[in-house]
C-alpha cells in the first residue's frame, strides 16, 4: 500500500516522535523509500530598508549555513536510524514549510506523510497557526498526524 513515506522534520525532538511510527509502517508494509525532508524558511527580517545591517555576502553566507545545518541535521539522524529493508534519503527544501511540503509530495509520488502535531489549541494555535494542519489540508498524498507526547488538549 505504502511504498514512499515523506517526513517532515523540523529537528526538534518533539517533531521526531513520529519515528516509532515511521519505522512500524516502513516494516509492516515494505516500504521501500523513506525521506525525510527539512524545510528552511526563507527570513525576511528588515530593519528598515536593510537586512539586519548584513551586506548581500554576509546574508548568502548566513543562508548557505541555515541549509549546511539542515542537510548535517538529517545526515546525522538517518546514520542512528535503522528501517530494515527501506532506502532511507534526506532533502532540504526552500519555501513556506505547509505549502512547500504539500507542493513537494504531490510532484514526487509519495504514497504518505507522516507529521507531528504539537497540539497546541485556544490562543497558541491561533497565533502560530499549524504546518501539520495545513499539510493535511492542502497535500492530496494522504497524511499521518501524530500527536506529540505531552501535548494539552484545550477547548
Request: a negative charge; hydrophobic letters at 45%; one cysteine or more.
Given at each position: 500500500?505504502?511504498?514512499?513515506?515523506?517526513?517532515?522534520?523540523?529537528?526538534?525532538?518533539?517533531?521526531?516522535?513520529?519515528?516509532?511510527?515511521?519505522?512500524?509502517?516502513?516494516?509492516?508494509?515494505?516500504?521501500?523509500?523513506?525521506?525525510?525532508v527539512r524545510v528552511a524558511e526563507p527570513i525576511e527580517i528588515l530593519d528598515g530598508e536593510s537586512r539586519l545591517a548584513?551586506?548581500?555576502?554576509?546574508?548568502?553566507?548566513?543562508?548557505?549555513?541555515?541549509?549546511?545545518?539542515?542537510?548535517?541535521?538529517?545526515?546525522?539522524?538517518?546514520?542512528?536510524?535503522?528501517?530494515?529493508?527501506?532506502?532511507?534519503?534526506?532533502?532540504?527544501?526552500?519555501?513556506?514549510?505547509?505549502?512547500?511540503?504539500?507542493?513537494?509530495?504531490?510532484?514526487?509520488?509519495?504514497?504518505?506523510?507522516?507529521?507531528?502535531?504539537?497540539?497546541?489549541?485556544?490562543?497558541?494555535?491561533?497565533?502560530?497557526?499549524?504546518?501539520?494542519?495545513?499539510?493535511?489540508?492542502?497535500?492530496?498524498?494522504?497524511?499521518?498526524?501524530?500527536?506529540?507526547?505531552?501535548?494539552?488538549?484545550?477547548?
Open positions: 500500500m505504502y511504498t514512499k513515506i515523506l517526513v517532515p522534520l523540523d529537528g526538534s525532538e518533539l517533531a521526531e516522535c513520529v519515528l516509532p511510527q515511521v519505522e512500524a509502517i516502513t516494516t509492516g508494509c515494505q516500504v521501500s523509500t523513506v525521506e525525510f548584513l551586506n548581500e555576502e554576509q546574508w548568502r553566507q548566513f543562508e548557505k549555513n541555515r541549509i549546511t545545518d539542515a542537510e548535517q541535521y538529517l545526515a546525522q539522524l538517518v546514520q542512528r536510524l535503522d528501517f530494515k529493508g527501506a532506502q532511507l534519503e534526506t532533502k532540504v527544501l526552500i519555501g513556506k514549510a505547509a505549502d512547500t511540503l504539500a507542493d513537494y509530495a504531490d510532484k514526487n509520488d509519495f504514497d504518505l506523510i507522516v507529521i507531528a502535531t504539537h497540539g497546541r489549541s485556544g490562543i497558541s494555535r491561533w497565533v502560530w497557526g499549524s504546518v501539520a494542519e495545513r499539510i493535511l489540508r492542502s497535500a492530496c498524498v494522504p497524511v499521518l498526524m501524530v500527536r506529540a507526547p505531552g501535548c494539552v488538549i484545550g477547548t
